[in-house]
């Protein structure tokens, strides 16, 4: 088995909030229409959660499944057990139409922690944070790049390609700078 890396080395920042990059986590984008019954059995068997409802994350410990569009859904789970999971979901699709890509190594995954978290991300992404409710995964973007996250304790998780994950790092810092809160 390799050695996986994320793609910033765990980087840190310590602002008003504090940044960090997490992982490396491993992840499935899994493609099928929700009303393929097998669809919440093969989840379930993967991760452990139900089926999410549209724009929500079911989280179970250090599991997940997120929903991202009306056809596809974000498996979130420990590294090493991505391949178990995947041979569960194709045991568990069978037949029925869907595609499961592993796209953990595709992936940067950072973490906004603290008081005023929202306040970072309020500054890159257009999205009503006085009413986004905890456990809403909202897909969007963080200045010019694709970026999901959720709130989910004292701050936001935020996903994006890792293509760009030290621009996004860069924002995040830039966002959290000790003296530029919002009023």
């Known amino acids: 088995m390799r050695n996986p890396v994320s793609p910033l080395g765990n980087a840190t920042f310590d ?18 229409k929700p009303d393929v019954k097998e669809l919440a059995k093969a989840v379930k068997t993967a991760v452990g959660t139900k089926l999410p409802a549209q724009r929500r994350i079911e989280v179970a410990g250090d599991k997940a499944c997120g929903w991202m569009s009306p056809d596809e859904y974000l498996l979130i ?4 057990e991505t391949g178990a999971a995947m041979e569960a979901i194709a045991r568990e699709m069978g037949a029925a139409h869907h595609l499961a890509a592993a796209v953990s190594d595709a992936r940067a ?39 999901a996250f959720w709130k989910d304790g004292d701050g936001f998780t935020v996903v994006c390609f890792r293509s760009v994950a030290g621009y996004v790092m860069g924002l995040l810092t830039h966002s959290a700078e000790k003296g530029s809160e919002l009023a």
């Not at 909030?17 to 997490?22: G, L, N, P, S």
């Not at 991300?121 to 456990?135: I, N, R, S, W, Y």
């Open 15 to 32: 602002g008003f909030c504090k940044i960090r990059e997490i992982g490396p986590l491993g992840m499935i984008s899994l493609r099928a």
């Open 77 to 80: 789970l420990p590294y090493a």
């Open 109 to 147: 995954v950072f973490r906004v922690e603290g008081e005023k978290a929202d306040q970072v991300l309020a500054k890159l992404c257009p999205v009503d944070f006085e009413t986004l409710a905890e456990g809403e995964l909202r897909r969007t973007r963080a200045a010019q790049v694709a970026a």
